[in-house]
């Protein structure tokens, strides 16, 4: 069965530092989606993603964020300068299109700012 | 404001039990509503979608309020392997919509 593949698993960074959180969506899916979850807390929507460009973002989502797809079959999220409170859960998803009800989750990256 | 709003728990329930979880929606414009599960440090994966009519998958029942903006989970003859934490879940749309989390109601099916 088809799935969302995310790397790494987790991540350790340093505050201030940049990362790039990774995923592949299933092939045939045209929607992306990026999600958050601090420990403890709910799943929080950041941005979603189509034909090349954001659809939708959150409050969360500010400067310091970018999605990405470079290559037709990896989505990033990019932090520039990683903050004590980015320390989440963050996971990937993607859906077929526009009539299609489930999005289909990646197992997540946990990212970890020391 | 609470966008999505649930009973955190813990449910803690003996197997065979009946268990129902419960959840209201601020914002009356949402039109498609699901139970996902999540386990712990997982990601969440659907459950069941939620019709108006209501909607049974086994021994889980879902239903929907819209008047009351309230949507109900059921489980009956609950097993070890239900326990997780279970989110309701809205959008505005379908499909290529952001989905509004409830913060979960956390089950633990005892033997």
């Known amino acids: 069965e088809p799935e969302v593949t995310q790397t790494p698993s987790h991540q350790v960074t340093q505050m201030g530092q940049e990362v790039i959180l990774r995923c592949v969506p299933i092939?045939?899916?045209?929607?992306f989606y990026w999600y958050r979850q601090i420990l403890g807390q709910k799943v929080e929507f950041l941005v979603s993603?189509?034909?090349?460009?954001?659809?939708?973002k959150s409050e969360i989502f500010d400067d310091q964020f970018s999605v990405e797809r470079p290559d037709g079959s990896n989505f990033t999220l990019k932090i520039r300068s990683t903050k004590l409170e980015d320390s989440a859960m963050y996971f990937c998803?993607?859906?077929?299109?526009?009539?299609?009800?489930?999005?289909?989750f990646g197992p997540g990256t946990r990212l970890t700012v020391l | 404001r609470k966008e999505v709003e649930q009973d955190p728990g813990p449910f803690n329930v003996p197997e065979g039990a009946t268990v129902a979880f419960n959840c209201t929606y601020s914002?009356?414009?949402?039109?498609?509503f699901f139970w996902y599960r999540q386990d712990c440090r997982k990601e969440p994966k659907l459950l069941m979608s939620?019709?108006?009519s209501g909607n049974e998958d086994g021994r889980f029942t879902a239903q929907l309020n819209r008047a009351s903006q309230y949507i109900s989970l059921l489980i009956r003859d609950s097993k070890l392997s239900d326990s997780a934490t279970y989110l309701c879940?809205?959008?505005?749309?379908?499909?290529?919509?952001?989905?509004?989390f409830g913060k979960g109601t956390r089950l633990s099916v005892i033997a």
């Open positions: 998803a993607s859906t077929r299109d526009s009539v299609g009800n489930e999005q289909f």
């Open positions: 092939s045939n899916h045209l929607y």
């Open positions: 993603f189509y034909n090349n460009e954001i659809s939708e």
């Open positions: 914002n009356s414009a949402s039109q498609s």
């Open positions: 939620v019709y108006s």
């Open positions: 879940v809205v959008s505005l749309l379908s499909g290529n919509t952001p989905l509004v």
